[in-house]
């Protein structure tokens, strides 16, 4: 994880501490007894002796030692196992339950996806990967790097992407810009053919982020207005004027033009409470949008009623914002550097669970492993991603 320590071994510590091994990982398990090690063993020592066991059960003539990470009472080892139990006041003459996981490898670049211009917005689906560039175009990709379609349209760069759905053969996506508008598009994937279904007007400055809900029947958009509008996601062909609802957005008759078959849609509801942009919207629940803004606060909004719930208070910007389903928790990147965790069902004062440190730089964006609750990444101005676990 994130700038982790070596373990290193130390002499002053007593003899011997009694460890009970459980995994969560049966192909992994060893016998349940209590085994007497040396105090100051960290992680290679620990590393080395379930290997050994492993190896003795195992049929395999050449196994390969695997690597595993040790917690004691829910967080992760990174000193000598005394070490560890004087920090949090547990007694070394009782039988500490250890338990053991296989490690996150450290990630690695699969491939580089070029661009004309800077990358500002990214979604996946699948094997699919949609991203938006300052250029003004939004692109669709295969995972292994096939550039599949180069879409213009927008009038200024894309800030944001989003999938609506894609079953392989149809497929549907929405895109953000900062012309203040959002576009509803239709992809037939087996034609590689492309369609601007809708174009959603109603912001009056340049749009930052959008989030679709989890019945894909409605997105949420914030940007520099300071408002949140929520849309129907619906992708009906329906055919309406388009300078219809025009003088709640503006577009240049160029593009007027050139996306007359394209209907123009307005928001079903516009939420108001930020003072200054919104950076990033999320659908929390079926009724529950996060918000996160530069005026460092995060507002959670009743979807459904129409108005704000809850909100935290920062210290500085919020960059973006990110929730867990998994773990219902949410993390924050912000101007100070810092990562912070929150429990988005404290109400009114909420406080700050953890904060994490590492990056030297603003941290931009923040995301949740989809598969582990422990588990998330941040990307920083200081040129770095960096893996997380909240047990560290």
Same mark, same amino acid.
């Given at each position: 994880?994130?700038?982790? =320590?070596?373990?290193?071994?130390?002499?002053?510590?007593?003899?011997?501490? &009694?460890? +009970?091994?459980?995994?969560?990982?049966?192909?992994?398990?060893?016998?349940?007894?209590?085994?007497?090690? &040396?105090?100051?063993?960290?992680?290679?020592?620990?590393?080395?002796?379930?290997?050994?066991?492993?190896?003795?059960?195992?049929?395999?003539?050449?196994?390969?030692?695997?690597?595993?990470?040790?917690?004691?009472?829910?967080?992760?080892?990174? $000193?000598?196992?005394?070490?560890?139990?004087?920090?949090?006041?547990?007694?070394?003459?009782?039988?500490?339950?250890?338990?053991?996981?296989?490690?996150?490898?450290?990630?690695?670049?699969?491939?580089?996806?070029?661009?004309?211009?800077?990358?500002?917005?990214?979604?996946?689906?699948?094997?699919?990967?949609? $991203?938006?560039?300052?250029?003004?175009?939004?692109? @669709?990709?295969?995972?292994?790097?096939?550039?599949? %379609?180069?879409?213009?349209?927008?009038?200024?760069?894309? +800030?944001?992407?989003?999938?609506?759905?894609?079953?392989?053969?149809?497929?549907?996506?929405?895109?953000?810009?900062?012309?203040? $508008?959002?576009?509803?598009?239709?992809?037939?994937?087996?034609?590689?053919?492309?369609?601007?279904?809708?174009?959603? !007007?109603?912001?009056? !400055?340049?749009?930052?982020?959008?989030?679709?809900?989890?019945?894909? &029947?409605?997105?949420?958009?914030?940007?520099?207005?300071?408002?949140?509008?929520?849309?129907?996601?619906?992708?009906?062909?329906?055919?309406?004027?388009?300078?219809?609802?025009?003088?709640?957005?503006?577009?240049?008759?160029? !593009?007027?033009?050139?996306?007359?078959?394209?209907?123009?849609?307005?928001?079903?509801? $516009? %939420?108001?409470?930020? +003072?200054?942009?919104?950076?990033?919207?999320?659908?929390?629940?079926?009724?529950?949008?996060?918000?996160?803004?530069?005026?460092?606060?995060? *507002?959670?909004?009743?979807? =459904?009623?129409?108005?704000?719930?809850?909100?935290?208070?920062?210290?500085?910007?919020?960059?973006?914002?990110?929730?867990?389903?998994?773990?219902? %928790?949410? @993390?924050?990147?912000?101007?100070?550097?810092?990562? !912070?965790?929150?429990?988005?069902?404290?109400?009114?004062?909420?406080?700050?669970?953890?904060?994490?440190?590492?990056? *030297?730089?603003?941290?931009?964006?923040?995301?949740?492993?989809?598969?582990?609750? &422990?588990?998330?990444?941040?990307?920083?101005?200081?040129?770095?991603? +960096?893996?997380?676990?909240?047990?560290?």
């Amino acid at each position: 994880m994130a700038e982790e =320590e070596n373990t290193v071994e130390t002499s002053d510590v007593p003899s011997e501490v &009694q460890l +009970k091994f459980f995994t969560k990982q049966e192909k992994y398990a060893v016998p349940d007894l209590v085994f007497a090690v &040396q105090g100051n063993l960290g992680v290679p020592g620990l590393n080395s002796l379930i290997n050994e066991i492993l190896k003795e059960d195992s049929n395999e003539d050449n196994y390969k030692d695997i690597q595993f990470d040790f917690l004691i009472a829910g967080e992760l080892l990174r $000193t000598s196992v005394t070490s560890f139990l004087e920090s949090k006041g547990i007694s070394s003459e009782n039988v500490i339950d250890v338990e053991y996981l296989e490690s996150t490898p450290t990630p690695s670049p699969l491939d580089c996806i070029l661009h004309d211009d800077w990358v500002s917005a990214i979604d996946f689906h699948n094997d699919w990967i949609l $991203t938006g560039c300052y250029d003004h175009s939004v692109h @669709i990709w295969t995972r292994r790097g096939e550039h599949k %379609l180069n879409i213009p349209g927008h009038g200024g760069p894309v +800030k944001g992407v989003a999938w609506l759905y894609n079953d392989g053969k149809d497929a549907a996506f929405i895109s953000v810009s900062t012309d203040q $508008t959002a576009m509803i598009w239709e992809w037939k994937v087996e034609s590689n053919s492309i369609e601007c279904i809708h174009v959603c !007007r109603g912001h009056e !400055r340049g749009l930052e982020t959008v989030t679709v809900s989890e019945s894909r &029947q409605q997105f949420a958009t914030g940007g520099w207005d300071c408002l949140l509008k929520i849309w129907s996601a619906d992708i009906s062909k329906e055919r309406g004027d388009p300078s219809e609802n025009g003088d709640e957005g503006t577009t240049s008759k160029k !593009r007027k033009k050139e996306y007359s078959s394209a209907s123009s849609r307005t928001p079903l509801i $516009t %939420l108001k409470g930020h +003072k200054e942009a919104i950076s990033a919207v999320q659908w929390t629940a079926v009724d529950e949008i996060i918000t996160s803004s530069w005026d460092h606060t995060l *507002k959670i909004w009743d979807a =459904e009623l129409g108005g704000m719930k809850s909100e935290i208070v920062g210290n500085k910007s919020f960059f973006d914002v990110h929730y867990s389903p998994l773990s219902k %928790l949410v @993390i924050t990147a912000s101007a100070d550097k810092q990562i !912070r965790l929150y429990d988005p069902k404290v109400k009114e004062g909420a406080i700050v669970k953890s904060t994490f440190s590492s990056h *030297k730089e603003w941290v931009q964006s923040v995301r949740w492993s989809p598969i582990d609750p &422990q588990l998330f990444v941040s990307a920083s101005f200081d040129n770095s991603v +960096k893996l997380w676990d909240l047990r560290r």
